[in-house]
């Protein structure tokens, strides 16, 4: 069996005494001398398997902020990033967040995985506009959109892509696939593409994080977004997806794509 790495703090405890309590095998988890990794991700745009740059703000497990760049957190990026091509994944609409983007500069990718209404719920239209319109990337699903749509007073998706101009929109539905927004030549182009095979899930657990993942790693190395794109990408997410769907727990242990890089 492989060995598990949990971080030596209170969330690190947490999450072994819910492993635990829920019957699982504990014996091949040690603790390593630093915090437990939960964060938003820096990936630059030139070694994905290097040492990317992590920095956690929000821990789930805990309810407390964390801060791995110092004692205050960072509303520019560290000098060595400055000039990278950089992808900032975002799921939370906090302050520090928006200052975070809004300081950065505009050649940055802003990618935003909008997974439940609470990440949302109490802003105003015009606050999350601010976000929305530093945004490149965004995934949504199908349980968000009514509030969201609500709350930015647009009727639909495409009203949604074109109102903010996002380089690439993604609304997952769940076992019934996703729907893709993009522009292709200057026409804003809709595929609503559904996997050839439904397995039975053992645990959707990280079903939805896989699924953006790979898409988000795929866009980060496309030279083009259009039809062809869309479709192959949507295979690899969707395999990726799968494969957590068919095992409890959320990790993919290998991925098949992507090995000659």
């Known amino acids: 069996m492989h060995l598990v790495l949990l971080g030596n703090d209170k969330a690190g405890k947490i999450a072994l005494d819910s492993l635990k309590k829920s019957g699982t095998n504990v014996d091949n988890i040690v603790f390593e001398q630093k915090p437990t990794n939960i964060m938003n991700i820096i990936i630059p745009n030139s070694k994905l398997e290097d040492n990317s740059v992590l920095h956690s703000w929000y821990d789930p497990i805990t309810l407390n902020y964390t801060m791995n760049f110092s004692e205050n957190l960072p509303i ?19 302050p520090v967040n928006l200052k975070f983007i809004q300081n950065i500069s505009a050649d940055k990718k802003i990618c935003l995985d909008i997974g439940h209404i609470r990440f949302f719920e109490h802003f105003t239209k015009q606050y999350l506009s601010q976000f929305l319109e530093l945004a490149s990337f965004i995934q949504i699903n199908d349980n968000v959109t009514e509030l969201l749509f609500e709350r930015l007073q647009v009727k639909n998706e495409i009203e949604f892509f074109e109102k903010f101009d996002f380089d690439l929109l993604i609304s997952t539905k769940g076992k019934n696939g996703a729907f893709f927004l993009f522009k292709e030549n200057g026409i804003t182009k809709i595929l609503d593409l559904a996997p050839q095979m439904i397995v039975q899930a053992t645990d959707t657990s990280g079903a939805g994080d896989a699924f953006f993942s790979t898409t988000l790693r795929e866009y980060a190395y496309a030279t083009q977004i259009n039809t062809e794109f869309i479709k192959s990408t949507f295979e690899l997410a969707n395999q990726s997806s799968r494969e957590v769907l068919s095992h409890l727990g959320s990790r993919i242990e290998k991925l098949n794509h992507r090995q000659n890089l």
């Open 76 to 94: 520019t990026l560290p000098k060595e990033l400055q000039d990278k091509m950089l992808y900032i994944i975002l799921d939370k609409f906090l």
